[in-house]
């Protein structure tokens, strides 16, 4: 099993910073992409940001310019900086791994997710 852990929530004003951070344990040799998705209350979760095991990047429109997504080499960390926060942003926001598993008819993939960190975004 993989297990991530996610830390670096907390209470910020708007215009201020925060680096998240999820720490990836376990199985994880078949990981292709670790991504961090957010859920407001009475919101579906959504993504927020990816980053693939070749390095690649992609994130929702409302953060681009704003984000940035990072891991180090191995990918047993990845990394969220957020900038310009609004409370538009305040979340739970929860770290997670997609693994692939090749194999022709008997591929399969794997996701799992952490417990999430608060993030909260005073006006």
């Known amino acids: 099993q993989v297990q991530l852990v996610e830390s670096g929530g907390g209470l910020v004003q708007a215009g201020g910073s925060l680096r998240l951070s999820c720490a990836a344990s376990g199985s994880i040799f078949n990981n292709k992409r670790m991504g961090w998705y957010r859920q407001a209350p009475g919101k579906q979760r959504e993504l927020v940001a990816t980053i693939t095991s070749e390095g690649s990047t992609n994130y929702t429109d409302s953060v681009k310019g704003r984000f940035t997504i990072s891991g180090d080499s191995d990918k047993h960390t990845v990394y969220l900086q957020m900038n310009s926060l609004t409370p538009e942003d305040t979340a739970v926001y929860y770290c997670?791994?997609?693994?692939?598993?090749?194999?022709?008819?008997?591929?399969?993939?794997?996701?799992?997710w952490g417990q999430g960190t608060q993030v909260t975004v005073s006006s």
């Open positions: 997670n791994a997609h693994l692939e598993h090749p194999g022709g008819a008997y591929s399969y993939t794997e996701d799992y």
